[in-house]
């Protein structure tokens, strides 16, 4: 009798096992697929590493020696470094919506639909792509700042943090701009408003410039931006700047889930 009222726990168990295992076996291809991509479009990698370079070289060195910015002990180009990084990740992951419109108008989006896969793994494996893109800039901006003399941490499980911090942020953005293209379902459309909402994501954070130098409208923006957590964490690993690491990650791992959740629940409209 108790085997029996034993048995449909254990299955259940069983099948939400088997069904884990296969959402991150999807997730994983769907990576695979993407950095395969990436490994083809090598020339991709390197026009997007002129972008942070040129805030490095040229935004940084500059703001370093005339002292406009004030960051207490830290030069103003270590405390940019963890910013640059950010918004590397940002400006890979809020078009990722094009490329889903692409894959539509391919039929390559309606040939997934139709597949096992559950859509939170189409997305998720998008959203994580966007990550191990964003990862190939931080490579890039770290050698850079090393030749610049940034100080920043060697510490492997700070290093291990701050891979978490982009993939969960280049997640969330990569999502939001796969809600903004199920709704607007025109590349277009989806250009304009990732180009509208990039900089003012970028500008509304403590990438640049400390909070308490924001006034208060753009500090209380400033709370409501992922960007800023995702930042504030990198700046608390890389160059050991004051940060709540428990809020930061709390922050990004809620964002990043309800917007893995809110994209593949428009990805059925987006396939229509």
């Known amino acids: 009798m108790s085997a029996r009222l034993d048995a449909p726990p254990l299955a259940s168990v069983d099948t939400w096992g088997g069904g884990l295992r296969m959402l991150f076996a999807r997730v994983g291809a769907m990576c695979l697929v993407e950095l395969q991509k990436m490994r083809r479009d090598k020339a991709e990698l390197l026009f997007r590493a002129v972008?942070?370079?040129?805030?490095?070289?040229?935004?940084?060195?500059?703001?370093?020696?005339?002292?406009?910015?004030?960051?207490?002990?830290?030069?103003?180009?270590?405390?940019?470094?963890?910013?640059?990084?950010?918004?590397s990740a940002l400006f890979i992951s809020i078009f990722y919506g094009i490329q889903i419109i692409w894959d539509r108008d391919a039929g390559i989006l309606a040939k997934l639909m139709v597949t096992p896969t559950p859509r939170a793994a189409l997305v998720t494996g998008k959203a994580f792509a966007a990550g191990?893109?964003?990862?190939?800039?931080?490579?890039?901006?770290?050698?850079?700042?090393?030749?610049?003399?940034?100080?920043?941490?060697?510490?492997?499980?700070?290093?291990?943090g701050v891979v978490a911090a982009v993939l969960l942020?280049?997640?969330?953005?990569?999502?939001?701009?796969?809600?903004?293209?199920?709704?607007?379902?025109?590349?277009?459309?989806?250009?304009?408003?990732g180009q509208a909402i990039m900089m003012p994501l970028f500008f509304a954070s403590n990438a640049l410039y400390p909070v308490a130098l924001m006034p208060g409208w753009l500090q209380a923006i400033n709370h409501a931006n992922p960007l800023?957590?995702?930042?504030?964490?990198?700046?608390?690993?890389?160059?050991?700047?004051?940060?709540?690491?428990?809020?930061?990650?709390?922050?990004?791992?809620?964002a990043a889930a309800l917007a893995i959740g809110v994209a593949s629940a428009l990805l059925s409209r987006l396939a229509k």
């Open 51 to 87: 972008q942070p370079a040129l805030w490095l070289l040229v935004f940084g060195v500059t703001f370093t020696k005339i002292k406009a910015i004030p960051t207490g002990d830290v030069p103003y180009l270590d405390y940019l470094t963890p910013g640059v990084i950010a918004q």
């Open 132 to 160: 191990m893109r964003a990862l190939s800039q931080v490579l890039v901006v770290l050698v850079l700042s090393a030749i610049l003399g940034v100080t920043l941490t060697h510490n492997p499980l700070k290093l291990l």
């Open 169 to 193: 942020g280049s997640a969330f953005f990569c999502c939001l701009s796969i809600i903004i293209a199920g709704l607007v379902l025109s590349r277009d459309r989806m250009m304009g408003i």
């Open 228 to 254: 800023s957590y995702q930042v504030e964490a990198l700046r608390g690993l890389l160059i050991g700047s004051p940060a709540r690491l428990w809020l930061d990650y709390t922050v990004l791992v809620g």
